[in-house]
Each structure stands twice: as C-alpha cells, then as structure tokens.
T-cell receptor, first 107, second 111 residues
Framework: GMPVEQNPPALSLYEGADSGLRCNFS?????VQWFQQNHRGRLITLFY???GTKENGRLKSTFNSKERYSTLHIKDAQLEDSGTYFCAAEYAQGLTFGLGTRVSVFP | EAAVTQSPRSKVAVTGGKVTLSCHQTNNHDYMYWYRQDTGHGLRLIHY???????EKGDIPDGYKASRPSQENFSLILELASLSQTAVYFC??????????FGPGTRLTVL
C-alpha cells in the first residue's frame, strides 16, 4: 500500500468549526512536514516535526513516530484555511507525500 | 527567511524538445531536490543532490537528468520532452534530515 495514507480526501467545514486531518505511515518515519497549498499552487509550510506536538495559532500538529501517524488540527476554521493540505514524511531520501486533503471552508 | 527561487515560472515546450528548469537557493543548504506534482496529487521525488557536482536518483528519475554545478544551483533537464511530463515542478533545499524549503513551482506544459 501507499507509504503515506492521508485522510480524509476532502473536508467541508463552516466558519468557526474545528476539525482534524490524519496521516498514517506504513513504516517508521524520521520526521513529517505539513503543507497548505493555496489556490495559486504555492506550498506553504505549516509544521516540521521530528516528534511530539507543535502549535501555531489555530493550527496544531502531532507526530507519533512509534505509532506511525501524524495529525493536523484546525481550530475555529476561517475562509482562508481553504486549500489542499499535504503531509509529507521523510524516508532515507527526500519526502514522500500523501495525496492531500482538500479543505473547503464555507461562511 | 529561507529563499528558493525557480525559473522559468511557466513554460510551454514541444514534444521532443529539450527543457531546462533552474533552481537557486540562498540558504547555504547542502541538499537540493526536484519534485513533480500532477493535477490532484501529491509531489513525487525525481532527483536530489547533497553536494555540488553530484546528483542522485529519486523515486521517478526516468526521462529526467539533473545538474548541480554549485551549492546554490540545481537544474532539471528534460532531453526529450514528452506529453506525460506536463506537470508542476517544485525545487526544495534543506540541511540533511531537516525541514525542506520549497520554491514557488514551475508549470510545464508539453504540447
């Protein structure tokens, strides 16, 4: 199977809602990065984690290398949170990306 | 702030033609990478380099060559462009086993 499995494929939220995205890994990863890709295609790095949990404003991410998963939590969703979110895990070389979660936030 | 730039930002090429995509970083990073993204998908690693004058194959290297003439510059070369190479190409740089910093991408259309 895919080395990086990302769920859900798509997510619809109303403004103010909270929700989460998850990536499961088929094997032990060294680190994980989370990105938001905006409507212009630009990749915006949200988090880099080698272990543990990080928070940045309304976003929070956790990486558990032993249990082989990472999560991204969006709190109080805003319209500008719309976009496609990717997790990417570091293997021996480069990053392996998930297929992404398309997030749509509605007023 | 990390800085990775790519040129051109978009390009239209003909089938069978030669295409060169360029990447420049001012991060003083040893590692540089080339990825491609197909519509509706994540990125996949084509080539990478950890030192000037040396390149390594990634997960999907067929049909691509890479060149690292200096620490700052990393090029991706399509000797004979094909329709299937239409995609968005991203360059990135990093220290070994640390966060990767991505450029803005190059949209390549092969006709």
């Amino acid at each position: 199977g895919m080395p990086v499995e990302q769920n859900p494929p798509a997510l619809s939220l109303y403004e103010g809602a909270d929700s989460g995205l998850r990536c499961n890994f088929s094997t032990t990863m060294k680190s994980v990065q989370w990105f938001q890709q905006n409507h212009r295609g630009r990749l915006i790095t949200l988090f880099y984690l080698a272990q543990g949990t990080k928070e940045n404003g309304r976003l929070k991410s956790t990486f558990n290398s032993k249990e082989r998963y990472s999560t991204l939590h969006i709190k109080d969703a805003q319209l500008e949170d719309s976009g496609t979110y990717f997790c990417a895990a570091e293997y021996a070389q480069g990053l392996t990306f998930g297929l992404g979660t398309r997030v749509s936030v509605f007023p | 702030e990390a800085a990775v730039t790519q040129s051109p930002r978009s390009k239209v090429a003909v089938t069978g033609g030669k295409v060169t995509l360029s990447c420049h970083q001012t991060n003083n990073h040893d590692y540089m990478y080339w990825y491609r993204q197909d519509t509706g998908h994540g990125l996949r690693l084509i080539h990478y380099s950890y030192v000037a004058d040396s390149t390594e194959k990634g997960d999907i290297p067929d049909g691509y060559k890479a060149s690292r003439p200096s620490q700052e510059n990393f090029s991706l070369i399509l000797e004979l462009a094909s329709l299937s190479q239409t995609a968005v190409y991203f360059c990135a740089s990093s220290e070994h086993q640390y966060e990767q910093y991505f450029g803005p991408g190059t949209r390549l259309t092969v006709l």
